[in-house]
């Protein structure tokens, strides 16, 4: 079975950064987190495959208060680290 390739570190960090874009354009913020919360959702599961992840992403950056969260940046550390652990396992 082919493992999928993560996203790189650098985009996960940019993802989170337009997330947070909303709270610097006031008025504006409250229409970019509707849009960007769908976007963000769809990227986050076509990035890491997690239904749930997506979901909470998504909800995340709809939320209000809640877009200082990186969870982009938490998934790809959780993504990585289960992935070093499965190569671990397979190389023992």
Do not use: H
């Not at 993560?6 to 509707?34: N, W």
């Not at 986050?44 to 939320?63: D, K, N």
């Not at 200082?68 to 289960?82: L, Q, R």
């Amino acid at each position: 079975m082919k493992e999928r390739k993560l996203p790189r570190l650098y985009q996960c960090i940019i993802m989170d950064a337009v997330g947070m874009f909303s709270y610097f354009v006031p008025g504006f913020g409250e229409v970019f987190d509707a849009v960007w919360g769908f976007v963000a959702g769809l990227v986050f599961y076509y990035w890491f495959r997690t239904t749930i992840g997506s979901l909470l992403s998504g909800l995340e950056e709809v939320l209000p208060f809640s877009d200082f969260i990186p969870s982009f940046t938490i998934a790809y550390f959780y993504f990585k680290n289960k992935q070093k652990r499965k190569q671990q396992t397979i190389s023992n």
